[in-house]
């Protein structure tokens, strides 16, 4: 059974799943890179009118629209999308695949302090939202980060950046002076 959630952003709509939806963590997909996306299930419902970008996370999806279509036409859709995957295949959408490519560890102590309080204390909340946030880079005391799905183009989520993330950042890793999203 799907059920959804709205999120801060106007535009993005969480979808809850009981079955797992990705084991291999959190993607991003945009519109825009569609050709670039190997995942059948991806292609398809970014092929539906409106839908600018898909985040697929363990046990939910967040769809980002624009102005063309409303929730009430494209959340149905949505949802038998996802209903009908599931009818045909016993797999999550994402699993062990050599198309996704994961970053690759850095061994630098600061970073993998910045990347364990990402993980602990703000992806939850990030994901409870229908987003996620991604670590980038740490250079000079500035960490850069990618806010996706349902944060992607959120009216609140340079609020969420720079009271929320940065202050826990500067707060637990000493090291940290400021945050800034990055594409």
Not at 50 to 70: D, H, R, T, Y
Not at 85 to 104: C, D, G, Q, S
């Amino acid at each position: 059974m799907i059920q959804t959630e709205t999120t801060p952003n106007p535009d993005s709509l969480k979808f809850l799943s009981e079955k797992t939806l990705s084991t291999i963590g959190t993607e991003e997909f945009k519109k825009e890179k569609q050709n670039e996306i190997k995942i059948p299930f991806i292609k398809d419902l970014l092929n539906f009118k409106g839908v600018e970008l898909i985040l697929l996370s363990e046990k939910f999806l967040s769809v980002k629209k624009n102005n063309e279509v409303s929730w009430n036409e494209l959340k149905p859709m949505v949802i038998s999308h996802l209903n009908d995957y599931f009818a045909k295949n016993n797999k999550p959408i994402l699993h062990e695949n050599k198309e996704i490519t994961k970053n690759i560890d850095n061994n630098d102590e600061t970073v993998n302090k910045i990347k364990e309080v990402l993980d602990t204390k703000i992806r939850p909340a990030v994901a409870r939202d229908g987003g996620d946030i991604k670590f980038k880079s740490f250079e000079n005391g500035v960490v850069k980060v990618q806010l996706q799905g349902s944060c992607s183009g959120c009216p609140s989520s340079l609020l969420t950046l720079k009271q929320g993330v940065q202050n826990l950042l500067k707060h637990y890793v000493k090291e940290v002076n400021s945050v800034e999203a990055v594409e």
